[in-house]
């Protein structure tokens, strides 16, 4: 006699949850960890996100520490004098690496990301060059900011938000940044200053801070025209101390004022954290500091925002107790053997020709040869994508919108096996779209978009 045993799966609730407004009922804990997680699947694999400068690999204790420390609120600086002392060490740390003038105490803060610290840096320029027009007895009422037309969009998100006129460099021919005469000439009394990058979203170069400084150092010999440096130090910050220390950029130059980098870039935490320093105290003007009564404490403060976790700042020092400058120039070198090796490879494969090598920071940008019209680089860019690589395509800006590449970052967490598999992959789709005898439709040519 055979007998038929019924298994009846779990009770589930069917009923979906509402996805835009409060449910009566939750869901708990576990139901929601799940529904979540699995809806997260879809953005794919973190560590192959090829476009993103910003960290996506930290060791285990790192990570451990930053949980455990993600409740404390960065701006308790009274409650949490500890870790008030560890953002203070932070800021130290990156001077010294900046090579600012030894004083006392560093001048400088942590923020939510080098955005907010840009925005901190020109805020200062304006304020000092507001000062030195009023001591003139001049009106103080039109002021622009020089940088190359590939700065980053905080920049031109500042100009806006605190009246300045944005003076952008465009490129041309096979310059892709900020040149120095061409900064000069667009240089006048109201120039708050120039923003030089450290590392251009674009292609991964530095600009020439040096030449900058000379050419500004002219400006004023001839015109009596004092114009400082912010060096925007966003992605290089935390790699040419370490691969290129006798390169000159920072501090050792005396017309840089300020500058700001992302610990949550090659700093080599996660998001968020940013870091702004000044060479001195006179060069942060007092009366952007508030002196804040809260929660029984007085603190300065010079921020776009206030509470915010501290856990950024706290695992950032791990980062440095845990690499020391002989860590970080093990693991950025690293970074850049893979990046150079997959350009060099990437130069090889027929159709593509390099814009820049990684030579600067671990970071390259290539596009097609002339004579390919079957296909573009955004075709490229998503067929890498079926592969769950994220390497993304874009216009460059005025005057190259002619020029469309695609851009690699090398960031720690990137081995060499996962980049004979991108080599390997690249390889495969160029040989097919190669193999195309007629081109792809326009509506595929442009679906794959960038942010920098």
């Given at each position: 006699?055979?007998?038929?045993?019924?298994?009846?799966?779990?009770?589930?609730?069917?009923?979906?949850?509402?996805?835009?407004?409060?449910?009566?009922?939750?869901?708990?804990?576990?139901?929601?960890?799940?529904?979540?997680?699995?809806?997260?699947?879809?953005?794919?694999?973190?560590r192959l996100n090829l476009a993103t400068f910003v960290t996506t690999w930290m060791p285990s204790q790192a990570k451990r520490l930053m949980a455990e420390t993600a409740e404390k609120n960065m701006i308790d600086?009274?409650?949490?004098?500890?870790?008030?002392?560890?953002?203070?060490?932070?800021?130290?740390?990156?001077?010294?690496?900046?090579?600012?003038?030894?004083?006392?105490?560093?001048?400088?803060?942590?923020?939510?990301?080098?955005?907010?610290?840009?925005?901190?840096?020109?805020?200062?320029?304006?304020?000092?060059?507001?000062?030195?027009?009023?001591?003139?007895?001049?009106?103080?009422?039109?002021?622009?900011?020089?940088?190359?037309?590939?700065?980053?969009?905080?920049?031109?998100?500042?100009?806006?938000?605190?009246?300045?006129?944005?003076?952008?460099?465009?490129?041309?021919?096979?310059?892709?940044?900020?040149?120095?005469?061409?900064?000069?000439?667009?240089?006048?009394?109201?120039?708050?200053?120039?923003?030089?990058?450290?590392?251009?979203?674009?292609?991964?170069?530095?600009?020439p801070v040096a030449d900058i400084a000379a050419a500004l150092d002219k400006l004023e010999r001839e015109r009596g025209i004092d114009v400082p440096i912010h060096v925007d130090a966003a992605s290089g910050g935390?790699?040419?101390?370490?691969?290129?220390?006798?390169?000159?950029?920072?501090?050792?130059?005396?017309?840089?004022?300020?500058?700001?980098?992302?610990?949550?870039?090659?700093?080599?935490?996660?998001?968020?954290?940013?870091?702004?320093?000044?060479?001195?105290?006179?060069?942060?003007?007092?009366?952007?500091?508030?002196?804040?009564?809260?929660?029984?404490?007085?603190?300065?403060?010079?921020?776009?925002?206030?509470?915010?976790?501290?856990?950024?700042?706290?695992?950032?020092?791990?980062?440095?107790?845990?690499?020391?400058?002989?860590?970080?120039?093990?693991?950025?070198?690293?970074?850049?053997?893979?990046?150079?090796?997959?350009?060099?490879?990437?130069?090889?494969?027929?159709?593509?020709?390099?814009?820049?090598?990684?030579?600067?920071?671990?970071?390259?940008?290539?596009?097609?040869?002339?004579?390919?019209?079957?296909?573009?680089?955004?075709?490229?860019?998503?067929?890498?994508?079926?592969?769950?690589?994220?390497?993304?395509?874009?216009?460059?800006?005025?005057?190259?919108?002619?020029?469309?590449?695609?851009?690699?970052?090398?960031?720690?967490?990137?081995?060499?096996?996962?980049?004979?598999?991108?080599?390997?992959?690249?390889?495969?789709?160029s040989a097919a779209l190669e193999s195309l005898n007629a081109p792809l439709p326009d509506g595929r040519k442009q679906v794959s978009g960038f942010s920098h």
């Amino acid at each position: 006699m055979s007998v038929r045993v019924r298994r009846s799966m779990p009770s589930v609730e069917l009923a979906d949850p509402p996805l835009r407004r409060l449910a009566e009922e939750g869901l708990g804990d576990d139901a929601a960890y799940e529904l979540i997680a699995s809806e997260l699947l879809l953005d794919g694999s973190a560590r192959l996100n090829l476009a993103t400068f910003v960290t996506t690999w930290m060791p285990s204790q790192a990570k451990r520490l930053m949980a455990e420390t993600a409740e404390k609120n960065m701006i308790d600086k009274d409650e949490y004098p500890q870790t008030a002392e560890i953002e203070s060490r932070c800021v130290e740390i990156i001077s010294d690496l900046w090579n600012a003038p030894p004083s006392e105490k560093a001048t400088g803060c942590s923020t939510t990301g080098s955005s907010e610290a840009a925005m901190l840096g020109g805020l200062a320029l304006k304020w000092r060059w507001r000062e030195r027009m009023r001591a003139a007895g001049r009106p103080a009422t039109r002021p622009n900011l020089v940088a190359g037309v590939n700065v980053q969009v905080c920049w031109e998100k500042f100009c806006r938000y605190w009246d300045v006129e944005p003076r952008l460099v465009p490129m041309e021919g096979d310059r892709y940044t900020l040149g120095a005469d061409e900064a000069a000439a667009l240089c006048d009394e109201n120039t708050i200053g120039v923003a030089a990058i450290l590392g251009s979203t674009f292609d991964g170069s530095y600009e020439p801070v040096a030449d900058i400084a000379a050419a500004l150092d002219k400006l004023e010999r001839e015109r009596g025209i004092d114009v400082p440096i912010h060096v925007d130090a966003a992605s290089g910050g935390f790699v040419t101390p370490f691969l290129q220390p006798d390169l000159v950029w920072d501090f050792r130059i005396p017309r840089v004022q300020s500058i700001n980098a992302s610990g949550h870039k090659y700093g080599l935490v996660y998001p968020g954290v940013g870091w702004a320093v000044w060479r001195d105290h006179d060069a942060l003007p007092q009366e952007l500091v508030f002196d804040v009564s809260y929660l029984g404490g007085h603190m300065p403060t010079f921020a776009l925002n206030f509470s915010r976790p501290g856990s950024e700042v706290v695992t950032q020092y791990h980062m440095f107790a845990s690499l020391g400058r002989e860590g970080y120039r093990r693991v950025q070198q690293r970074s850049a053997d893979i990046a150079r090796r997959i350009a060099a490879e990437i130069a090889t494969i027929g159709p593509y020709t390099l814009l820049s090598d990684a030579s600067d920071m671990p970071v390259f940008a290539f596009t097609l040869k002339p004579d390919v019209t079957n296909y573009t680089v955004f075709d490229v860019s998503d067929r890498l994508r079926e592969r769950g690589w994220l390497v993304p395509a874009y216009r460059f800006p005025a005057n190259r919108e002619d020029l469309c590449v695609l851009r690699i970052v090398v960031r720690a967490g990137m081995n060499q096996e996962m980049g004979d598999l991108l080599l390997r992959d690249l390889r495969a789709h160029s040989a097919a779209l190669e193999s195309l005898n007629a081109p792809l439709p326009d509506g595929r040519k442009q679906v794959s978009g960038f942010s920098h």
